[in-house]
C-alpha cells in the first residue's frame, strides 16, 4: 500500500498536541493513507481518519467539555458512557468501515492481559475501550473480552499501522515522563508529598515511558514525533491551546523528513 501511516500515542490531555501535528499534515497536503491510535490518540485519530479537518478538529477540542465525557482524574468514577456515545454519534460514523481511511485502535482485554487491535465493526465501542483509563474509566465489556486502554501495553502502536499495509509510518509519542526535578527546578520539593493519586499517576507515565521506549526499539517509526508539552499532565484539557502549539511545533521541526518519506523533498 501506497503513502505512509500516521500513529498517534496516547496521554489524556496531552495528546490534544496531535491536533496541532495533524494541522501541519494537512497544511503541507500530507494526508496519512492509514491511521493508527492509542486512547485520546485513537479518538483524534478516528476523526482524521473520518475526513475532519485540522480547522474543525481543533474547534470540537476547543468546545468540548472533555471533563463531561472523560474524567481522568483517578477515583473520580467512570465515564459518562451515555455522554460520550451520543458526542461519537455526533460527529463519527458507527463503524470503521464507514469511515474515508483505515484506523486501528489498540485496547487492552483484561481478563487475558493479552493487546487487542480493533479495526472493524462497531467504531463507538471500540473509541469508548480504547480511552478507558485503569482505576478512572469501567472497562467496556467487548463480545467475550473486557477491554481497558489499549496504553497499558501499547502507548504507541507502531506496529497496528504496519498491520494495516503501509511500509512507512510517522508515529507521535506524547507520553514521555517529564522528571519532576532538573537543575533549577525543584518544584515538587516545596510539597509535603506528591499526594496518592498523583504518585500513582506518575508511576503509570514511567511505566509506559519504559514499555513504550521498549516496543519501539522493536517496531521502528520512520519519524517520530515527541513534542515538548512540558509538565502539562493528562487531566489538564484547559491547557490545550499549549499541547496543539507543541504539537505544531514538533511537526514542523521534522517536515522536511515527513516530505522525503512520502517522495516529496
Known amino acids: 500500500m501506497p503513502g505512509y501511516g500516521l500513529v498517534l500515542?496516547?496521554?489524556?490531555?496531552?495528546?490534544?498536541?496531535?491536533v496541532g501535528v495533524w494541522r501541519v499534515l494537512e497544511e503541507a497536503g500530507l494526508p496519512p493513507q492509514v491511521l493508527a491510535g492509542t486512547s485520546v490518540g485513537g479518538l483524534v485519530a478516528a476523526f482524521i481518519a473520518a475526513g475532519t479537518g485540522?480547522?474543525?478538529?481543533?474547534?470540537?477540542?476547543?468546545?468540548?467539555?472533555?471533563?463531561?465525557?472523560?474524567?481522568?482524574?483517578?477515583?473520580?468514577?467512570?465515564?459518562?458512557?451515555?455522554?460520550?456515545?451520543?458526542?461519537?454519534?455526533?460527529?463519527?460514523?458507527?463503524?470503521?468501515e464507514a469511515l474515508e481511511r483505515p484506523l486501528a485502535v489498540t485496547a487492552t482485554d483484561v481478563l487475558t492481559g493479552r493487546m487487542v487491535y480493533l479495526r472493524g465493526g462497531d467504531l463507538y465501542a471500540a473509541l469508548r475501550a480504547?480511552?478507558?483509563?485503569?482505576?478512572?474509566?469501567?472497562?467496556?465489556?467487548?463480545?467475550?473480552?473486557?477491554?481497558?486502554?489499549?496504553?497499558?501495553?501499547?502507548?504507541?502502536p507502531v506496529d497496528a499501522a504496519l498491520f494495516l499495509g503501509v511500509r512507512q509510518v510517522v508515529a507521535v509519542d506524547v507520553t514521555a515522563a517529564e522528571p519532576l526535578e532538573r537543575p533549577g527546578r525543584r518544584r515538587w520539593r516545596s510539597e509535603s508529598h506528591l499526594g496518592r493519586v498523583r504518585s500513582l499517576r506518575r508511576a503509570v507515565d514511567i511505566m509506559q515511558t519504559q514499555l513504550t521506549d521498549a516496543r519501539l526499539s522493536l517496531y521502528r517509526p520512520d519519524v517520530l514525533l515527541r513534542p515538548d508539552l512540558g509538565?502539562?499532565?493528562?487531566?489538564?484539557?484547559r491547557r490545550g491551546a499549549e499541547a496543539r502549539a507543541a504539537g505544531e511545533a514538533a511537526a514542523r521541526a521534522e517536515l522536511a523528513r515527513v516530505r522525503a518519506l512520502v517522495g516529496e523533498g
Open 9 to 18: 500515542g496516547g496521554g489524556g490531555a496531552r495528546g490534544l498536541a496531535h
Open 54 to 96: 485540522a480547522g474543525e478538529l481543533q474547534r470540537i477540542s476547543e468546545t468540548v467539555s472533555w471533563r463531561r465525557l472523560l474524567d481522568w482524574r483517578l477515583g473520580r468514577g467512570l465515564l459518562r458512557a451515555s455522554a460520550f456515545g451520543a458526542w461519537l454519534a455526533a460527529h463519527l460514523p458507527p463503524t470503521f
Open 130 to 156: 480504547t480511552t478507558a483509563y485503569p482505576g478512572a474509566i469501567d472497562p467496556v465489556p467487548y463480545g467475550d473480552m473486557l477491554l481497558a486502554d489499549g496504553g497499558i501495553l501499547n502507548q504507541v
Open 231 to 237: 509538565d502539562i499532565d493528562l487531566p489538564s484539557f
